[in-house]
């Protein structure tokens, strides 16, 4: 059973300036995308965010600039701020300003013929949405905690290279550009269109990775 609300993955910081394990670092910043896409964020996180080392290990590296740059957002706003915005991009009653749907950008609706496909990956490797969970498994962040347990997880049955690669390019890799796209380029986006472009920039170095094993 997956619970995005009760997974306390480290700071990515510590992935992205300190840690010479690509696993490790993988993990943490899909974690950090599922807390920070799942619901507002909590002024702890902020708050270890705002302080997080911006240099990473090998200078130049693709990620470097973008995780600078998310830092850089954060030191520049509050956690209070973050909330607002989070919740007028993503919140509101009736139809939010941006969805977190894949459903909603492959099929133009929601709880569509991909969230059935979704659902019938996750039978098939065992995991299942907690009951307790209010969105579809189809939820960016809900996709981003799967992966991270694909990485980090200990059953190796399940979590392992092959299945990251099958799940993301299934489920993950055809919409969520779109999904960038529709946040960056929101009028009212200001740290999450910076969040937006981390995200594009790391699921592309995601996508080259997982192409590289073909």
């Given at each position: 059973?997956?619970?995005?609300?009760?997974?306390?993955?480290?700071?990515?910081g510590l992935?992205?300036s300190?840690?010479?394990?690509?696993?490790?670092?993988?993990?943490?910043?899909y974690g950090l995308?599922?807390q920070?896409?799942?619901?507002?964020?909590?002024?702890?996180?902020v708050?270890?965010?705002?302080?997080?080392?911006?240099?990473a290990?090998?200078?130049g590296g693709?990620?470097?600039e973008?995780?600078?740059?998310?830092?850089?957002?954060?030191?520049?706003?509050t956690?209070?701020?973050?909330?607002?915005?989070?919740d007028?991009?993503f919140?509101?009653?009736?139809k939010?300003?941006?969805?977190?749907y894949g459903?909603?950008?492959?099929?133009g609706?929601?709880?569509?013929?991909?969230?059935?496909a979704l659902?019938?990956?996750?039978?098939?490797?065992g995991?299942?949405?907690?009951?307790?969970?209010p969105?579809t498994?189809?939820h960016?962040a809900?996709?981003?905690?799967?992966?991270?347990y694909?990485?980090?997880?200990?059953?190796?049955?399940?979590?392992?290279?092959?299945?990251?690669?099958?799940?993301?390019?299934?489920?993950?890799?055809a919409?969520?550009?779109?999904?960038c796209d529709?946040?960056?380029?929101?009028?009212?986006a200001?740290?999450y269109a910076?969040?937006?472009?981390?995200?594009r920039a790391?699921?592309s170095?995601?996508?080259?990775g997982?192409?590289?094993?073909?």
């Open positions: 059973m997956i619970d995005i609300q009760n997974t306390q993955p480290q700071p990515a992935a992205i300190a840690s010479f394990d690509e696993e490790t670092a993988r993990a943490e910043v995308l599922a920070m896409f799942y619901a507002p964020s909590a002024p702890e996180l708050a270890e965010l705002q302080i997080a080392v911006t240099d290990p090998v200078s693709f990620l470097e973008p995780w600078r740059q998310l830092v850089g957002a954060a030191r520049a706003t956690a209070s701020a973050m909330a607002d915005e989070y007028a991009l919140g509101g009653v009736g939010p300003e941006v969805y977190l459903s909603h950008y492959l099929s609706f929601l709880n569509e013929k991909p969230l059935a659902r019938a990956s996750l039978a098939e490797l995991l299942a949405r907690d009951e307790a969970m969105e498994e189809d960016f809900y996709l981003c905690e799967v992966m991270r694909l990485i980090a997880g200990d059953d190796v049955a399940v979590a392992n290279l092959t299945h990251q690669r099958a799940f993301y390019a299934a489920h993950m890799q919409w969520s550009g779109a999904l529709a946040i960056a380029q929101h009028p009212r200001r740290f910076v969040l937006a472009e981390f995200t790391f699921l170095v995601e996508t080259q997982f192409d590289m094993l073909t």
